[in-house]
């Protein structure tokens, strides 16, 4: 199967809606419409300049939060948290940024004192299917909102419902959302929940681990050696779930400093890519024998890919590491192609389409670059913001930055 693929799984429920298939192009949920941070399209333009990728719509004077946008044919969904108090949902029109509803609840915490400089607020990044908004709450809070009206369908409380802590930094793990359930890595561990009704239809590695709580991490469907199954980096191992009864089909203990595995893992055919914080980056591979699936080893390297989530073009991965350089992997051979000199920020958002990749590096700056294995080459660069955390939403000929105090919506003028 092609890296670009979805499993058969994410397909299915990608064609469930069809406005996936039709114009405008949308971004539904963490990662973008496959959640592999690959689009499709017209090529982009090889200019950031103002006059080429400019700015359609901004809404300011916004609460803070780590979401990134989601966006329907019609719709920007954002949150935000406010006054330290509550979490704020809102929808935007599309093309003018005008608000069309509101809804909130109240939601709030206080994260670690080494991690408060990343902030106390919503962090997990909505998913939405064409009639639902699933938004992860900070306090183990799962609330599914009627995209139309904003109105509440239900709600899930994993602290009361699954009898779990409160996790140590929150709800960070972004929903999954399949044919007929949401997938969540919350309430001490992987739970699969009803789209209809909200409730809890299995719950599967419960330990939790690390410093109390869920995984920062966000599931993925993935069809390894002939299975579908759900693919999750929890706390302290990786596993593949069978969709419908949560039954682990394989793990790997995955190592990584206070168990903070963030990176979501990146399937490559049979492979399962992932780099961890005070660990190593690894590939693994997922072998059947009869019926029952099994992890071997790959190749593993000395480079801790701890937080941002790479991109894979033409089987080269780009990850930028603790270390702030950008690197390029071979993922057949472990190899790494090249590495920056040049440091960038502490997190990155990549989003891939042809030959391009468009960055977001977490201080603002907005980077395109071509995916060349043999060097790093920069097309262009341009300072949009001052603090971006949420991940890039690309659709089409749109790009959506949500930086800590607003969104801006910009367009292709040459596209």
Known sequence: MSPRCPSIVLMIAILSWPALAADPAIWPQWRGPTRDGVVTGPAWPPTLKDDVLKEAWRIGNLGPSYSGPVVTADRVFITETVNKADEVVTALDRSTGKEIWKTKWAG??????????????????????????????????????????????WRV?????????????????????????????????????????????????????????SAFSSPVFAQLAGKDQVVVQAR??????????????????????????????????????????????????????????????????KYEGNMSTPVVVDGHAYLLGRDRRLVCIDLKTGKQAWGTDERFGEYWSLVANGDKVLALDNRGWLFLLRANPREFELLDKRKIATDTWA???????????RDLTGITAYRWGQY
């Open 157 to 213: 409380d994993f602290i009361k419902e699954a009898e779990a802590q409160l996790p140590a930094f929150g709800f960070v793990s972004s929903p999954l959302v399949g044919p007929d359930g949401v997938y969540v890595q919350a309430g001490g561990g992987v739970a699969k929940v009803d789209k209809a009704s909200g409730k809890i239809l299995w719950r599967a590695l419960t330990d939790g681990g690390g410093m109390n709580g």
């Open 236 to 301: 302290t191992k990786m596993a593949g779930l069978e969709p419908s009864t949560g039954k682990v089909l394989w793990s790997r203990e995955i190592p990584s400093f206070r168990g903070m595995n963030i990176l979501t893992p990146v399937t490559v055919g049979d492979a399962v890519f992932t780099g961890t914080y005070g660990g190593t980056t690894q590939l693994f591979r997922i072998t059947a024998e009869g019926s029952s699936l099994s992890i071997v080893d790959g190749w593993s390297m």
């Open 108 to 153: 709030a915490m206080t994260v670690p004192f080494f991690a408060a400089q990343n902030g106390s607020w919503i962090r997990s990044t909505p998913a939405v299917d064409g009639e639902t908004l699933y938004v992860a709450g900070i306090r183990d809070l799962l609330v599914a909102l009627d995209i139309k009206t904003g109105k509440e369908r």
């Open 391 to 401: 991940h890039l939403a690309v659709c089409g000929n749109e790009v959506f930055v």
